[in-house]
């Protein structure tokens, strides 16, 4: 039969690797963390630049013309978008990859 200190070694013994095994997971969720800051920080301050004269590029939709780009627009939306949309394909046009 196993002694009362010998239970309350092995129980402490479990509880310290669960608390190992869970400031790793911390430490894991907090670098995550970190990148989502840093990320909506480096948007932040490319959408609030306001943009030179003749760095306006030009989007171009196949088949249409030319539309000048003259900056983002701050609180704008972007949409949601998923894999696998009804009616959708995932492989752009070959028009996209410039095949004639």
């Not at 963390?33 to 840093?38: A, G, L, N, Q, T």
Request: aromatic fraction near 4%.
């Amino acid at each position: 039969m196993p002694s009362v200190m010998g239970l309350l070694e092995e129980r402490e013994r479990a509880a310290r690797q669960r608390v190992e095994a869970l400031q790793a997971e911390l430490r894991e969720a907090e670098a995550v963390w970190e990148r989502f800051v840093i990320a909506r920080e480096t948007v932040g301050e490319v959408l609030g630049e306001p943009r030179k004269a003749g760095d306006t590029p030009q989007a171009v939709v196949a088949g249409e013309r030319p539309v000048q780009v003259t900056a983002a627009v701050p609180g704008s939306v972007v949409p949601h978008w998923e894999l696998h949309q009804p009616g959708r394909t995932c492989v752009p046009p070959a028009t996209f990859w410039g095949a004639r």
